[in-house]
Structures are given as structure tokens and as C-alpha cells.
């Protein structure tokens, strides 16, 4: 494998043109589906209203958000024009958030109506209560001086103060086609394009710097290892704003052309659903979410002989649900990753050619160009 020195941004066009009527984004409780080329335009279009907003090179969006498209047009709308995607656990609660958007220095939010108990619209006019009397959109919050726009990517009305996502995608009022070019050719793989926010086991969550480099390698690295293609179809359930999902999942697509099937939150029936009906061949989880799914009820209901390949990781993968995987859901080709974020964040990984026992008992080798050291 050779080094990609290219921008995610760069990575997602090149797909585009090479696989411009290919499937890149299906959802199966929505109607949100896109070629590689709408979504490419879509993602551009989207840019451009950002540029036209103010938003520049440097600058910061947080998603606050289950795994929407309005996640994925987020990410790589940000990327095309250098603006650093900031994401947000859809676990976090006010104190959290607090504590995020005060150190990520946000210029806009990305958020949803709420994920289980929590209603992102309340605590975040808790929060910053000048948003109710925003003028335009445009907020102005001495606790945040930084952010300027909340976008709500809900389903009901849209708040007071909050600007509707929709609204951005069927804007007309957009940036000249050339301020997206020059913003493009302004940006170096090496920039910073993501923070991910991780707490291991030392407290308050630490800001990891990610940069196009990093997460495009990492997740060319992860797809080779289960020899994706653009013939793959990927279900994705395991969350966009964590490493799992966005690099994992997200750019291990894109750099291979495969199709994303994504799930907007882990629900067993769910993904057993939408592997049975679109025929995806890779998956993705945490040993219960698999475990989950093996127990289910309606298990047997369900056609797994598309699956493939896809990734068990998280934590220890126990031995008996492993082999259950491989012979129950037809997972004959799958893989275990170690990682951590500050490491974009695959270090090792077992391939498709290993022994099953291999896979069962190990976490694979060093992926390219990564040094391990005990």
C-alpha cells in the first residue's frame, strides 16, 4: 500500500468520478439515497453555503447528532472548505456539552431533536439562552464567543433562533463556484480536519487533533484489510461521532467505493433489517451488539448469506461470539481491529486471509506504515 496525499474532500471527488452512478449513501428508514456523484455535488453545494456564511479554513462545526445524512454532509461539506468537524457524544448531557463547547471554540452546532432521555433543544437553550434572541440566525453568547449559528438537522419545527438544515440544502444564495476552488486548493492533507473528543480513563475528555492524512490512511488501511470494493454494500450502526464509525466505517467506504448503508442509532431488529433487505455485505460492531443480534428473537427471520466480511472491535471479542458470527450470520471473512483515537485509530488488524483461529485469538499485525512498540 502507498501513502494517499490527498484530502478527504479530494478522496470523496476522486470516488465520484471514478464511480460517478454507484450507490454511495442508502438509508433504509428515510428517503435519502445518493449516487457518489449527487452526493459528491451535494457536498459542494453545501460548501459553498458554508463559505457564503463566513465559514473558513480553521474554523470549527460540531455535530451534535445520531448518524444522519445530515452527519455525512456535514463532515465532508466541512472538509472540501478546510472547516475542522468537531464531534459530539449523543450521550452528553449539559454538563458535557458545557465542558465541549467551551474548549472546541465552535463557530456553528450541527444538532438533532434528542437521542433517549436527552432533548438537545432544551439543554442547549439552557445552555446559551441567546439563541431564542438571535437575529437571523446569528448568535451572540459571552459564555461562547465563538459560535454564531446552531443548525437544526430535527424533524418538527425549527426553533427559535435555529437555522434548518434543509434550508441550507435548497439555498440559492450561494459562494461563486471559484471561492469553493481557491478554498479546496488552499488546504494540505496534513491540515487538521478533526477533533475527537476521548476520555480514556483520565477524567474530562481530550480533544484529539486529526488530520486528512490520518483519518484517509488509516481507513484505506482498514478496508484492505477486509478487501473492500465498490461491490461491497456497508452497514453501518455503530456511531458516526466515534472513530468506530467515522473512520472505521465512513472512510473505509469511501477510499474503496463502497455503498454505506448507515443505521441512525444500534437497534438489533434495525440492522438486521437493513443487512436482510439491502444485501450488505460487511457489518460492524462491539461484541454485544453482535451478541444482541445473535439472541434476538426474530434471528432466524432474518437473511445473512450476503455478509462477508466487516469488523468486531471495541473491546475483547470473545471467542464463542466470534465463531457464532462466522457461522450463524455468514461473517466468514471478518476482522478484529485494535486502536485508539490519538491513532486515527487502527493499529492493528487481522485480514480476511487469517485463520480463523487467528482472528479468534488475535488482534492481527501492525497495519501500514504503523510501529508498535511493548
Not at 441550507?168 to 481557491?182: H, T
Not at 492533507?189 to 484517509?216: A, E, R
Not at 456497508?234 to 473512520?247: E, Q, R, S, T
Not at 467506504?253 to 437497534?267: A, K
Amino acid at each position: 500500500m502507498d501513502l494517499i496525499r490527498k484530502t478527504l474532500g479530494g478522496v470523496l471527488a476522486e470516488t465520484a468520478a471514478a464511480f460517478p452512478n454507484h450507490p454511495a449513501v442508502k438509508y433504509t428508514d428515510r428517503a435519502y439515497e445518493r449516487s457518489y456523484g449527487q452526493f459528491n455535488a451535494e457536498c459542494d453545494r453545501l460548501a459553498r453555503v458554508f463559505l457564503r456564511l463566513g465559514y473558513k479554513k480553521g474554523d470549527h462545526i460540531a455535530v451534535w447528532a445520531t448518524n444522519t445524512p445530515e452527519w455525512l454532509l456535514t463532515l465532508f461539506a466541512a472538509a472540501k472548505i478546510g472547516v475542522v468537524l468537531v464531534t459530539v457524544n449523543t450521550n452528553y448531557k449539559i454538563f458535557e456539552l458545557e465542558y465541549q463547547l467551551g474548549q472546541c471554540d465552535a463557530r456553528g452546532v450541527v444538532i438533532v431533536d434528542g437521542f433517549k432521555d436527552s432533548n438537545y433543544i432544551s439543554i442547549i437553550n439552557s445552555l446559551i439562552p441567546e439563541i431564542a434572541s438571535s437575529a437571523d440566525g446569528v448568535i451572540d453568547s459571552p459564555k461562547f464567543p465563538f459560535l454564531k449559528h446552531v443548525f437544526y438537522a430535527g424533524g418538527g419545527s425549527t426553533p427559535k433562533g435555529m437555522i434548518k438544515f434543509d434550508a441550507l440544502l435548497s439555498e440559492e444564495n450561494l459562494a461563486d463556484v471559484s471561492a469553493l476552488e481557491a478554498a479546496k486548493a488552499s488546504l494540505d492533507p496534513d491540515d487538521i480536519i478533526n477533533m475527537q473528543y476521548t476520555s480514556g480513563t483520565t477524567g474530562f475528555p481530550k480533544g484529539v487533533m486529526l488530520s486528512h492524512f490520518n483519518l484517509v490512511n488509516n481507513g484505506k488501511s482498514i478496508g484492505d484489510c477486509m478487501k473492500l470494493t465498490e461491490k461491497d454494500r456497508y452497514c453501518i450502526c455503530v456511531p458516526f461521532f466515534h472513530c468506530f464509525g467515522l473512520v472505521l466505517s465512513i472512510f473505509a467506504s469511501v477510499t474503496h467505493g463502497s455503498s454505506m448503508v448507515p443505521i441512525e442509532y444500534y437497534r438489533p431488529i434495525s440492522v438486521m433489517e437493513a443487512v436482510s433487505k439491502e444485501k450488505c455485505t460487511a457489518l460492524n460492531g462491539v461484541p454485544t451488539m453482535f451478541i444482541a443480534m445473535l439472541e434476538h428473537p426474530d434471528f432466524d427471520k432474518y437473511d445473512f448469506s450476503s455478509l462477508r466480511t466487516g469488523i468486531m472491535a471495541g473491546s475483547p471479542c470473545p471467542v464463542k461470539a466470534m465463531r457464532d458470527v462466522v457461522e450463524k450470520m455468514n461473517m466468514k471473512e471478518i476482522t478484529i481491529v485494535f486502536g485508539q483515537t490519538e491513532s486515527s485509530p487502527g493499529c492493528t488488524q487481522t485480514t480476511v486471509d487469517d485463520s480463523l483461529e487467528r482472528r479468534v485469538s488475535t488482534v492481527g499485525r501492525t497495519l501500514p506504515f504503523v510501529e508498535a512498540k511493548i
